[in-house]
């Protein structure tokens, strides 16, 4: 009858430590899956970032591009506004010696009919 009794304590024993196994592995597979997946997530966070680190990086040298761009664009219109006001200069300039002009051609036209004698009328 002890035999009995340390038989059935011994099956009771094996079954509890295959319960306890097969429990302990199912958490370590989803620990393991856990894991796995985490790894997975931040690989592709990490590519994520890195294509975004390239986006910014491309992105900086367009606006450094277009900021050069825009300074030289800058540059040339300042460099019009300097044309454009000598050009209004001469051209004030020019309207003032045109308007002394005609004044001494209206001046001289005065003079020359007031020395012109009056011509006598043809018979």
């Keep these: 009858m002890r035999k009995d009794v340390v038989v059935v304590v011994l ?3 094996v ?3 295959s319960v306890f196994l097969v429990r302990s592995l199912e958490k370590e597979h989803r620990a393991l899956k856990g ?6 997530s931040r690989m592709v966070a990490e590519e994520s970032l890195q294509k975004n680190a390239a986006k ?6 367009q606006i450094k591009v277009a900021s050069d761009k825009m300074a030289k664009i800058q540059d040339i219109v300042e460099q019009e ?5 000598d050009l209004k200069k001469q ?14 051609v209206k001046t001289a036209v005065q003079e020359q009919t007031a020395q012109a004698p009056v011509a ?3 018979k």
């Design 81 to 85: 506004k300097g044309v454009n006001a």
């Design 35 to 40: 894991l796995e997946e985490e790894r997975y």
């Design 91 to 104: 051209y004030a300039q020019l309207a003032e010696a045109k308007e002394a002009l005609e004044a001494k």
């Design 11 to 13: 099956g009771l024993l």
């Design 56 to 61: 910014l990086s491309t992105m900086q040298e």
């Design 120 to 122: 006598a009328p043809a």
């Design 15 to 17: 079954v509890g430590l």
